[in-house]
């Protein structure tokens, strides 16, 4: 709700006169290969855009002929379709790259990055003359387009409903459909890659259209302006304003699967507008004093600044140029906008390693195997071992400026006290087996369930007991999650399994502690149902009491000077549920978070894990650091370091390796080389 509020203030404080929000669309996976033939006869399943409205979005200007658009996407291509009513079908320009607003047309605007810079524009006529063009940014802030440009491999057929320049009759209209190749839009973004589910781009669509009256048989335009219909409102006549440009979320459903849900807007956003406010008042500033401001005093900044939380602007200027910053504190994002409209963002980049502790090395082994970590560009150690351990070698990884994290199994408990003494406190099966009776899949898995005071109270315990270690970073939570009740699918033939359902004997936790816990809430205990498993209330209570364990420890966090909670938790979110009850995107304590994206565990190539690890940066919405964790067993050096790049491409703000035993002497230099590029 917080998040809706701030969004909607920032739109109306910097917008005013800009009416409207930008639009939103959920553009859905073909499929089925999409022939571009003008028909549309394969995006029926498809929804339309609203109905185009006048570009200033006054909504007295309600235009006199229907206009609206739809998009899917594929893996070679952005799909476009559009449709016009058009009484007197027109048409003029029949050369490429030639301006083609001076008939009627329609337009295409692709900002993929939405930084405002380095964006697409593709006019289309009735005859299907095409202008595809570049601008390096927008006029407003001084460019000249590339007619040069072309979009290679692209597709497009125009449908008529009538007869064009054909004043004797009247028309019905006109559709277009196009294929956009995703080699043709790359370069624009940071990654140089087509969009993951989940990921947005800013687009906007804009229909031009001129009055026309009849001369001697020929249609010639009437001495007025044109009529500007847009998708997303503008808010002036001026569709070079990208920051006005509509939402376009991608999505991995397919057409016609289900009904689709558009993804909220995301926390980066607010942050964009709020920069944006800042560009305007600083031209308007330059109007009046013929130089920028250079003072956060002089803008009044401080108001906003506040809003968001532990944010720090700084302005730099000279008479004719400035560089703004914004640093938006735990996030660890630095934002930046300059003179010419530009905004970017930054992130601290951040390496970190999965290391078991060792007892038995000496001082002096450890301070040499920190000071290699370091030179190697290691920030972090999610270090195992004792607390003993941790309290000996802190202050040596503290003299390479090595951050320490406590690694600690959680609801995995295989603590012999713990078994004699609390046998009560294990894990059920729907079978009613106790995970010590019955482990799932190996001997360790010995599992607690969390719905359990006594539980809860010994894990506050060694959080608490660890988190008063000095020096120490954080505690990094493992197994904090249920059993597997479905494996990652490359483990399935390991242990001779086809899990392509939920099965009673890798399903927990059903001690009748849960179940009446349950009941209690819901009406009935889930064992009475035919299908406990398909039951999503009794799925989300699972969730819930994980979640719970985790939450819970907000105030252990508190009382420590700036010590963080993290987990190792399942790749995104949504495999996270289905796997493991583990709902890790609800966790609000959490620093920071170390999703395992291991991607031969689940029969996938490196491109999988950019796409997993946007999935999990979008549903934070940015709120914290995520770590791609990579398995390095599976990585050639090569690999490793393509990995990197591509999670950090997708949004993280740094990986974490499994584990250090794993690293040979290659992959320590593939490794170098590529993080040394982010730092």
């Known amino acids: 709700m917080i998040h809706k509020i701030m969004l909607a203030c920032l739109f109306s404080c910097f917008y005013v006169l800009l009416m409207a929000q930008p639009q939103t669309y959920l553009c859905l996976q073909a499929g089925a290969d999409i022939k571009i033939d003008g028909k549309l006869e394969e995006w029926k399943d498809t929804p339309w855009t609203d109905d185009f409205i006048d570009i200033t979005g006054k909504p007295e200007l309600i235009p006199h002929l229907r206009t609206r658009a739809k998009m899917m996407w594929d893996t070679n291509y952005l799909y476009i379709a559009a449709e016009m009513e058009e009484p007197h079908l027109w048409a003029t320009v029949t050369e490429r790259d030639r301006v083609i607003y001076v008939d009627n047309d329609f337009e295409i605007f692709i900002d993929p990055d939405g930084d405002t810079h380095n964006y697409a524009?593709?006019?289309?006529?009735?005859?299907?003359?095409?202008?595809?063009?570049?601008?390096?940014?927008?006029?407003?802030?001084?460019?000249?387009?590339?007619?040069?440009?072309?979009?290679?491999?692209?597709?497009?057929?125009?449908?008529?409903?009538?007869?064009?320049?054909?004043?004797?009759d009247t028309d019905t209209g006109w559709v277009l459909e196009m294929a956009?190749?995703?080699?043709?839009?790359?370069?624009?973004?940071?990654?140089?890659?087509?969009p993951y589910p989940d990921e947005y781009w800013r687009i906007n669509f804009s229909r031009v259209h001129w009055e026309l009256d009849v001369e001697n048989g020929n249609y010639v335009k009437k001495a007025v302006p044109e009529n500007n219909w847009v998708w997303s409102p503008q808010g002036k006549v001026d569709m070079h304003m990208p920051e006005r440009w509509g939402?376009?979320?991608?999505?991995?459903?397919?057409?016609?699967?289900?009904t689709p849900v558009i993804p909220q807007i995301p926390y980066d956003e607010e942050i964009r507008i709020f920069l944006r406010s800042l560009y305007y008042t600083q031209k308007e500033f330059y109007r009046e004093h013929k130089r920028y401001a250079d003072k956060n005093e002089e803008i009044d900044t401080n108001f906003w600044v506040m809003l968001h939380f532990g944010g720090r602007l700084n302005i730099s200027a000279t008479e004719d140029q400035y560089l703004i910053t914004y640093n938006n504190g735990p996030r660890g994002n630095t934002w930046f906008i300059t003179q010419d409209g530009r905004i970017w963002k930054e992130k601290k980049i951040k390496a970190w390693i999965w290391m078991h502790g060792n007892n038995k090395l000496s001082d002096s082994a450890w301070a040499e195997t920190f000071a290699k970590l370091a030179s190697y560009g290691i920030d972090g150690i999610l270090l195992g071992g004792s607390d003993d351990?941790?309290?000996?070698?802190?202050?040596?990884?503290?003299?390479?400026?090595?951050?320490?994290?406590?690694?600690?199994?959680?609801l995995n408990c295989n603590d012999k006290q713990v078994i004699e003494e609390h046998p009560e406190w294990y894990s059920v099966s729907r079978e009613g087996y106790s995970c010590l009776e019955k482990q799932p899949y190996v001997g360790y898995y010995k599992w607690l369930c969390p719905s359990k005071e006594g539980v809860r109270e010994y894990l506050i315990s060694r959080v608490r007991e660890t988190l008063s270690i000095e020096g120490l970073s954080g505690f990094h939570m493992d197994y904090i999650r249920h059993p597997d009740v479905i494996l990652p699918r490359a483990l399935w033939e390991t242990y001779g399994l086809v899990q392509d359902h939920e099965m009673p004997e890798y399903d927990y936790c059903y001690c009748g502690h849960c179940r009446a816990d349950f009941k209690n809430e819901h009406g009935y205990d889930p064992l009475d149902l035919e299908h406990p498993d398909q039951d999503s209330a009794w799925r989300q209570y699972r969730y819930d009491i994980v979640s719970n364990i985790v939450n819970s420890l907000e105030e252990e966090l508190n009382n420590t000077d700036y010590k963080k909670l993290s987990a190792a938790v399942f790749p995104s979110p949504e495999i996270a549920r289905t796997l493991v009850r583990q709902d890790w995107d609800k966790w609000r304590s959490l620093r920071e978070v170390f999703p395992m994206i291991y991607h031969s565990f689940y029969n996938e190539d490196l491109p999988w894990i950019g796409e997993i690890t946007w999935a999990g940066v979008y549903a934070l919405?940015?709120?914290i650091p995520l770590y791609t964790g990579l398995?390095?067993?599976?990585?050639t050096p090569k690999e490793l370091s393509l990995a990197i790049m591509i999670a950090i491409d997708a949004g993280a703000s740094g990986v974490s390796l499994f584990d250090y035993n794993a690293m040979t002497d290659e992959h320590w230099e593939a490794f170098t080389n590529r993080i040394r590029k982010y730092k």
């Open 621 to 623: 919405n940015d709120r």
């Open 389 to 410: 351990l941790l309290k000996r070698v802190i202050p040596l990884a503290d003299d390479e400026n090595i951050e320490i994290q406590a690694w600690r199994w959680m």
């Open 121 to 168: 524009e593709i006019e289309v006529n009735a005859y299907g003359t095409v202008w595809d063009l570049f601008l390096t940014r927008p006029y407003r802030d001084g460019t000249t387009p590339l007619n040069s440009y072309n979009i290679d491999g692209l597709q497009l057929a125009v449908s008529l409903v009538g007869s064009i320049n054909a004043p004797s």
């Open 247 to 258: 939402y376009v979320f991608f999505s991995d459903m397919l057409a016609g699967q289900q």
């Open 180 to 194: 956009i190749p995703w080699n043709a839009l790359t370069d624009m973004t940071y990654g140089k890659r087509k």
């Open 631 to 635: 398995y390095i067993p599976a990585l």
